[in-house]
């Protein structure tokens, strides 16, 4: 079964665990990849909607999987047991909503989690490192005009985050891949053009 590239990325950011857990599971190609290729023993598979779940235990059942793979109707953390999974990807949220969903059940959460947003990434990271999480390791995905962060993040010693870590991530400044420099380039361009912006709307009022 093949992945797309950030599903791939994603994927390959889980160390090897005996359980994993996809919240937020969607179609559930993610669990099945996980335990095809030997990252997880089992898979856990939440997700608010049932429609999406259906889809899951039909993938599972046609990988023949149905046994090391079971999907809950449940939000967020709560389909797991306090200490189930060893790992829990979260990804195609925006990072507020990621935060939120950590907030609501932190007791539940497992020491290895694999996160990806699409949006407010320093929001996340922020809680994280507020949170007693530190960061291993991260990989900046590029999908069209689109830039998506996949941390891994584990419990231990964490401190306090610059405001350039919070906005690009320590492990990616630290790195410094390709796609963060592009990143970088268009928030650069970006800026240079809201700026040339409020000259233009200064300049009639100079003109006075």
């Not at 994927?11 to 335990?35: N, S």
């Not at 046994?67 to 200490?83: C, K, Q, W």
């Not at 694999?114 to 809680?127: N, Y």
Request: contains cysteine; proline residues 4%; glycine residues 8%.
């Amino acid at each position: 079964m093949k992945l797309s590239g950030r599903l791939l990325a994603i994927a390959e950011m889980v160390p090897p665990v005996d359980t994993v857990a996809d919240i937020g599971c969607d179609h559930g190609k993610l669990a099945v990849w996980l335990v095809k290729n030997g990252r997880a023993r089992r898979a856990v598979c939440g997700d608010i909607s049932a429609p999406s779940l259906e889809k899951a235990r039909k993938k599972a059942e046609e990988e023949g999987l149905s046994d090391r793979i079971s999907a809950r109707v449940g939000s967020g953390l709560s389909v797991l047991a306090p200490g189930e999974a060893d790992a829990a990807v979260i990804a195609g949220m925006g990072g507020e909503l990621i935060a939120a969903i950590l907030e609501a059940d932190i007791g539940k959460a497992p020491d290895v989690l694999v996160l990806s947003c699409h949006s407010m990434a320093d929001v996340l990271r922020g809680w994280l490192a507020d949170n007693g999480f530190c960061f291993e390791d991260e990989v900046l995905v590029e999908e069209g005009r689109h830039f998506y962060p996949i941390m891994r993040v584990r419990r231990g010693e964490s401190r306090t985050l610059s405001i350039s870590e919070r906005e690009f991530g320590p492990v990616l400044l630290r790195k410094k891949p390709e796609a963060l420099r592009r990143l970088l380039e268009r928030r650069i361009r970006e800026t240079q053009r809201i700026y040339a912006e409020l000259e233009r709307a200064e300049s009639p009022r100079k003109a006075e």
